[in-house]
């Protein structure tokens, strides 16, 4: 009878960094997420603010107060959206031109 011989253990192929070159960023994705997640950091902060106003503010002049305090994750969700669209346009636009090409990310497998 003849007798099998293990196979010899397959060595792997060493992991070598790769170079990838950001051609551009999605504008709408990437203003939407920053957009929500600008408002969900400013909502705790609103409300503490409200809660907070609400036991100690007694002059309707300082109410205003609270209705900015609302406001305010709208407004810097707008504002974050506006920004990071301007942001990647220009990015994009730069990133067309031969001279600077985009950014350069190393990516390797550990």
Do not use: H, Q
């Not at 909502?43 to 900015?68: H, L, Q, T, W």
């Amino acid at each position: 009878m003849a007798t099998k011989k293990a196979a010899a253990p397959v060595e792997e192929a060493p992991k070598i960094p790769r170079k990838v070159r950001m051609k551009s960023f999605p504008v709408k994705s990437n203003s939407t997420f920053v957009a929500a997640l600008y408002f969900t950091i400013t909502v705790p902060i609103a409300v503490i603010g409200s809660i907070i106003g609400y036991f100690f503010v007694r002059d309707s002049a300082d109410k205003y107060s609270m209705v900015v305090l609302v406001a305010l994750p709208f407004g810097y969700a707008l504002a974050g959206f506006l920004i990071t669209a301007i942001a990647c346009w220009i990015y994009n636009w730069l990133a067309k031109m031969k001279s600077l090409g985009g950014i350069e990310v190393v990516l390797s497998e550990e």
